[in-house]
T-cell receptor, first 115, second 112 residues
Framework: GAVVSQHPSWVICKSGTSVKIECRSL??????MFWYRQFPKQSLMLMAT?????????EQGVEKDKFLINHASLTLSTLTVTSAHPEDSSFYIC???????????FGSGTQLSVL | QKEVEQDPGPLSVPEGAIVSLNCTYS??????FMWYRQYSRKGPELLMY????GNKEDGRFTAQVDKSSKYISLFIRDSQPSDSATYLC????????????FGGGTRVLVKP
């Protein structure tokens, strides 16, 4: 199966700082990537969809100026949480799919803790 | 009402038993149905992928889709403690591209 690598797996930062999370497709070209947020014992909540070379499409209620998504290449998308606050603490997961791929493959997730 | 409903559990079974999981949905346009397994603090792992109605078997896993009832199931035979995880159903329709709609997940505990 296709492999999606996500880094870091966990990060602790101070309130007010920015944090960048990377999502890479290792063995396929990811034409579309998705970013999710997950709270404990809850399901995945889609934050945004990004297509390579285009601006991300954000779900309702997700602040695009706070959660910056860049999908500049077919193998890399990044999510930057700007001016992080404790309420941004969560588990963030990326997923990717490629042209002619019907399935979606997930990264291993990033646990963000904002102090 | 959520588009996809899934009992949160927890579902506790003894080792070797059959685990039975299901989801119901309201959107008749869904065509592709998936089951993911998620261990704590890890990304979801695709277990089963089915298109339209019918059954699909892969090792100890069997997925069933009944589009007329808007009901999908996952059965795990000969369950092992390593099957203890949260199981998420997901579905999509072609018009939505690859955007998935997830159920809330069912936590499963297989006791040795």
């Amino acid at each position: 199966g296709a492999v999606v690598s996500q880094h870091p797996s966990w990060v602790i930062c101070k309130s007010g700082t920015s944090v960048k999370i990377e999502c890479r497709s290792l063995d396929f070209q990811a034409t579309t990537m998705f970013w999710y947020r997950q709270f404990p014992k809850q399901s995945l909540m889609l934050m945004a969809t990004s297509n390579e070379g285009s601006k991300a499409t954000y779900e309702q209620g997700v602040e695009k100026d706070k959660f910056l998504i860049n999908h500049a290449s077919l193998t890399l998308s990044t999510l930057t949480v700007t001016s992080a606050h404790p309420e941004d603490s969560s588990f963030y997961i990326c997923s990717a799919t490629g042209q002619n791929l019907e399935k979606l493959f997930f990264g291993s997730g990033t646990q963000l803790s904002v102090l | 009402q959520k588009e996809v409903e899934q009992d949160p559990g927890p579902l506790s079974v003894p080792e070797g038993a059959i685990v039975s999981l299901n989801c119901t949905y309201s959107n008749s346009a869904f065509q592709y149905f998936m089951w993911y397994r998620q261990y704590s603090r890890k990304g979801p792992e695709l277990l089963m992928y089915t298109y339209s109605s019918g059954n699909k078997e892969d090792g100890r896993f069997t997925a069933q889709v009944d589009k007329s009832s808007k009901y999908i199931s996952l059965f795990i035979r000969d369950s092992q403690p390593s099957d203890s995880a949260t199981y998420l159903c997901a579905m999509r329709n072609k018009a939505a591209g690859n955007k998935l709609t997830f159920g809330g997940g069912t936590r499963v505990l297989v006791k040795p």
